[in-house]
């Protein structure tokens, strides 16, 4: 059974740094592309960031281009989200996510999410 | 971006209603590479839709969408309680991958 865990989140304020992990379990984890979404309170779902199985190929939504960074370990099956220069817009739940296939974009395994709260 | 709009936002309707939920592109999405996903309160989303008219695993058959090129739709035939929730569309052809802000449907 697929298992993602996300860890990491909590109150941080404005301006402040977090890093996210997500333990996979339950299928190669070495070869798929793994991505974050994000859900602010009571809103819809925002893509953030994706990285490639090998570790390349990172790419980011144009709100946290130059703040975030997204790496993997493949030795521990763990996807990670380096969070910098925090905003109160960055509040939300992280979800880690699979994709159904290598580096398909239709995910078809979602983390119970990580709760990361901006605010002073 | 492809920016995704779905409508209506909230649908109200009672068990054993048909459902259609739609969702427009503002760019043709790629190899109609759209996706749609089914959140319930507290939950993480969960997908339903893959490749427009494919269904994922263990979803039930009274799911179906189609569509092609900007104009996309989800139909549930006959809605069963646990289908109240928010359903959500996404394009995964291009870069980033956008969602749609999603669709309520409500008991009535």
């Known amino acids: 059974e697929v298992q993602l865990v996300e860890s990491g989140g909590g109150l941080i304020q404005p301006g402040g740094s977090l890093r996210l992990s997500c333990a996979a379990s339950g299928f190669n984890f070495r070869n798929y592309w793994m991505n974050w979404v994000r859900q602010a309170p009571g809103k819809g779902l925002v893509w953030v960031s994706r990285?490639?199985?090998?570790?390349?190929?990172?790419v980011y939504a144009d709100s946290v281009k130059g703040r975030f960074t997204v790496s993997r370990d493949n030795a521990k099956n763990t996807l990670y989200l380096q969070m910098n220069h925090l905003r109160a817009d960055d509040t939300g739940v992280y979800y880690c996510?699979?994709?159904?296939?290598?580096?398909?974009?239709?995910?078809?395994?979602w983390g119970q999410g990580t709760l990361v709260t901006v605010s002073s | 971006e492809n920016v995704l709009t779905q409508s209506p936002g909230t649908l109200s309707l009672s068990p054993g209603d048909r459902a259609t939920l739609s969702c427009r592109a503002s760019?043709?999405?790629?190899?109609?590479?759209l996706a749609w996903y089914q959140q319930r309160p507290g939950q993480a989303p969960r997908l339903l839709i893959y490749s427009t008219s494919s269904r994922a695993a263990d979803i039930p058959d009274r799911f179906s969408g189609r569509g092609s090129g900007t104009d996309f739709t989800l139909t549930i035939s006959r809605l069963e309680p646990e289908d109240f929730a928010v359903y959500y569309c996404q394009q995964y052809g291009g870069s980033p991958f956008t969602f749609g802000p999603g669709t309520r449907v409500d008991i009535k």
């Open positions: 760019q043709s999405v790629i190899n109609n590479y």
């Open positions: 990285i490639g199985d090998d570790g390349s190929g990172a």
């Open positions: 996510t699979k994709g159904q296939y290598f580096a398909s974009g239709s995910f078809n395994s």
